[in-house]
């Protein structure tokens, strides 16, 4: 069992940046892939980013590629989400995932989530 808590959103203005982190219980966070998802008021979750268990790849939406980094520190347990040049259609809750699956594919099945941390972006 793992369980996520998601931090670091707020208001920022467009162009703006944030930091979000995830904090992981457990000892066992190196074994997950780890993803952000968003969901913004009205529209289905979406797909923001991921990472593998080593941190050596990732994987980005077309709409943050560029702006968004992933990043995890396995010795922390947790992962990380810098978002830079922030739009007002970036605007969602953001949710961290864990997946437990033994190889990465944009549609892996995620395991546990976080409740989530709201993220607005204002013009």
């Known amino acids: 069992q793992v369980q996520l808590v998601e931090s670091g959103g707020g208001l920022v203005q467009a162009g703006g940046s944030l930091r979000l982190s995830c904090a992981a219980s457990?000892?066992?966070?190196?074994?997950?892939?780890m993803g952000w998802f968003r969901q913004a008021p009205g529209k289905e979750r979406e797909f923001v980013t991921a990472?593998?268990?080593?941190?050596?790849?990732?994987d980005y939406a077309d709409s943050v590629k560029g702006r968004f980094t992933i990043s995890r520190d396995n010795a922390k347990n947790t992962v990380y989400l810098q978002m830079n040049s922030l739009k007002p259609e970036d605007t969602a809750v953001y949710s961290c995932?864990?997946?437990?699956?033994?190889?990465?594919?944009?549609?892996?099945?995620?395991?546990?989530w976080g409740q989530g941390t709201q993220v607005t972006v204002s013009s």
């Open positions: 995932a864990a997946a437990r699956g033994p190889i990465y594919y944009r549609g892996i099945e995620y395991d546990y």
């Open positions: 990472i593998t268990r080593s941190g050596g790849n990732t």
């Open positions: 457990g000892r066992t966070f190196s074994s997950y892939i």
